[in-house]
Nanobody, 126 residues
């Protein structure tokens, strides 16, 4: 089992920045692909960013150029730096982990990730 705990959410004004962190425990971290998803009120969960074991990264078009995902295997953490935040970025952000065959084809599919955190709220005011 892998336990994931997110932190770093909060209230920020439009144009501001936040750095979300996800701390993993329970098993060796390095074999897991990691991802961030978000869910806004009344909407379905959506992919935000993902990083492979070899640090290949993918981003949703809506955050590309404004966000950076990174991982530190020594600290068992994955981070999401988000800049130039917009009110439409308001959501609960979830960290996910998984060992996924052919990950490059499925990185955006939440159902492929076996482990999830409880989420951290990000609210962007206009």
């Amino acid at each position: 089992q892998v336990q994931l705990v997110e932190s770093g959410g909060g209230l920020v004004q439009a144009g501001g920045s936040l750095r979300l962190s996800c701390a993993a425990s329970g098993r060796t971290f390095s074999p897991f692909a990691m991802a961030w998803f978000r869910q806004a009120p009344g909407k379905e969960r959506e992919f935000v960013a993902a990083i492979s074991t070899s640090r290949t990264t993918y981003y949703a078009d809506s955050v590309k150029g404004r966000s950076t995902i990174s991982r530190d295997n020594a600290k068992n953490t994955v981070n999401l730096q988000m800049n130039s935040l917009k009110p439409e970025n308001t959501a609960v952000y979830y960290c996910a982990a998984g060992v996924i065959f052919a990950w490059d084809s499925y990185y955006y599919e939440g159902g492929k990730y076996a482990y999830w955190g409880q989420g951290t709220q990000v609210t962007v005011s206009s």
